[in-house]
């Protein structure tokens, strides 16, 4: 099954940035695509980015596109999320997770593998 367990959240400032890692341990996901998803206080989970297994694939949700980066390193088992330009809007917990599939896809329900979460609060 395999663990991931995503590090990097806490506060910052409206206008600052952010980067979230996320580790995966108890199995190699250089075969799996992978994705950061987010939940703001009183609303669903939502797609926010996603990378192939090779990494030359990505997407972005609309709400994210020109201000998050997706990246990983396979090599050490983990994916980045990098923020910048961050709004109050952006206040969520912050899901990596891993897919069953090795393209990049925004659909959840693609991925079978997810952390704990790491919460990231954008004060005004």
């Known amino acids: 099954q395999g663990h991931l367990v995503e590090s990097g959240g806490g506060s910052v400032q409206a206008g600052g940035s952010r980067r979230l890692s996320c580790q995966g341990s108890?199995?190699?996901?250089?075969?799996?695509?992978m994705a950061w998803f987010r939940q703001a206080p009183g609303k669903e989970r939502a797609f926010g980015a996603t990378i192939s297994w090779s990494g030359s694939s990505t997407y972005y949700a609309a709400s994210v596109k020109g201000r998050f980066t997706i990246s990983r390193d396979s090599a050490k088992n983990s994916v980045d999320l990098q923020m910048i330009s961050l709004t109050p809007v952006a206040t969520a917990v912050y899901y990596c997770?891993?897919?069953?599939?090795?393209?990049?896809?925004?659909?959840?329900?693609?991925?079978?593998?997810w952390g704990p979460g790491t919460p990231v609060t954008v004060s005004s």
């Open positions: 997770a891993a897919a069953s599939t090795s393209s990049a896809t925004p659909y959840p329900g693609t991925y079978g593998c």
């Open positions: 108890g199995r190699t996901f250089r075969s799996s695509a």
